[in-house]
């Protein structure tokens, strides 16, 4: 298990962009996948991006592609979200996740999970 605590979230009117923040309590940082779900009420939790343990390699849902960008500092044990470009649509609880996989993209790929941070974009 991975201790993950996310920040950064919080009000932000359409169009604006904020910067969640995970860092993770782990001494092997660099074994894990990283990933964003997000999980709006009434809905189930959905991924919206992931990240390979060296950054070469990133993937997205369709509906954030060209808007939000996922990284990771490998020396301070945090992986990032970058939003741009936000939509009301876009609010929801955000989670942090880390992945023992390869290649994770699903719910059940991840086996440690943040306690999410709250995004709330106003139109």
């Known amino acids: 298990q991975v201790q993950l605590v996310e920040s950064g979230g919080g009000l932000v009117q359409a169009g604006g962009s904020l910067r969640l923040s995970c860092a993770a309590s782990?001494?092997?940082?660099?074994?894990?996948?990283m990933g964003w779900f997000r999980q709006a009420p009434g809905k189930e939790r959905e991924f919206v991006a992931a990240i390979s343990w060296s950054g070469g390699s990133t993937s997205y849902t369709d509906s954030v592609k060209g808007r939000f960008t996922i990284s990771r500092d490998n020396a301070k044990n945090t992986v990032y979200l970058q939003m741009n470009s936000l939509k009301p649509e876009d609010t929801a609880v955000y989670y942090c996740?880390?992945?023992?996989?390869?290649?994770?993209?699903?719910?059940?790929?991840?086996?440690?999970w943040g306690q999410g941070t709250q995004v709330t974009v106003s139109s």
């Open positions: 782990t001494r092997t940082f660099t074994s894990y996948t």
């Open positions: 996740a880390a992945s023992n996989r390869a290649y994770a993209h699903s719910h059940s790929d991840f086996h440690s």
